[in-house]
């Protein structure tokens, strides 16, 4: 199986991802197209605006080919892309993927100005990671078979299940590779 990953690349912050891999030593490939997710081993849905991203993704034939290809790949969602990912969004311009169980709340932590960083607790490593909030959304109501993978304060800010993790923080802003590492190695194929 080829070890590379696709980045959806219709809008938004996908070039700091390449970034991100490169630094890891992993291939990536920016997917505009459905045909361009062949041979990709996992894909990542970068951050951005949601409402723009699902509108795209049924523009230029994504929508389906993307949910085909989580069924067994692993994606991992950031932000707008956690929001894509959710099974219920608290927005109906948004036709999220419907990957996890859980219920995306967009600008959670408010408008732009309210943009913060700040250290957040990860279960898998006792490091805290210094992660950028931009218009975060909110994880609310998982279902029980989600993982909490990272908290603020009392907010759960990074879930996985499966393959699949979201995160409603940026870290391909940061120097910090552990988040997109901790995804890769929750499959075999890297
Ligand atoms: N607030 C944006 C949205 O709802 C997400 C912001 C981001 O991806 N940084 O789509």
Same mark, same amino acid.
């Given at each position: 199986m080829s070890k590379t990953v696709g980045v959806l !690349? &219709?809008? =938004? /912050?996908y070039q700091k991802h390449v970034e991100s891999l490169e630094k890891l030593g992993v291939a990536c490939r920016l997917i505009?197209? /459905? =045909? @361009? &997710? @062949?041979?990709?081993a996992a894909l990542i849905l970068p951050g951005g605006e949601s409402t723009t991203i699902s509108l795209l993704l049924q523009e230029n034939g994504l929508y389906q080919p993307i949910k085909f290809f989580a069924q067994n790949h692993p994606v991992m969602g950031v932000c707008a892309g956690m929001i894509m990912m959710a099974s219920e969004v608290d927005d109906k311009r948004v036709t999220p &993927? !419907?990957? &996890?169980?859980f219920k995306a709340q967009r600008n959670f932590y408010g408008r732009q100005v309210h943009s913060f960083t700040d250290d957040i607790k990860l279960t898998f490593d006792s490091k805290p990671f210094n992660a950028p909030f931009i218009r975060a959304p909110g994880i609310k109501n998982?279902? !029980? @078979?989600i993982k909490v993978l990272a908290t603020h304060k009392e907010e759960t800010v990074m879930i996985g299940c499966g393959k699949h993790v979201a995160l409603s923080f940026h870290p391909e802003l940061t120097d910090d590779t552990r988040i997109h590492e901790y995804w890769l190695s929750r499959s075999n194929n890297f």
């Open positions: !690349a &219709l809008q =938004g /912050a505009r197209k /459905a =045909g @361009e &997710l @062949e041979n990709c &993927l !419907a990957l &996890l169980p998982p279902s !029980a @078979e």
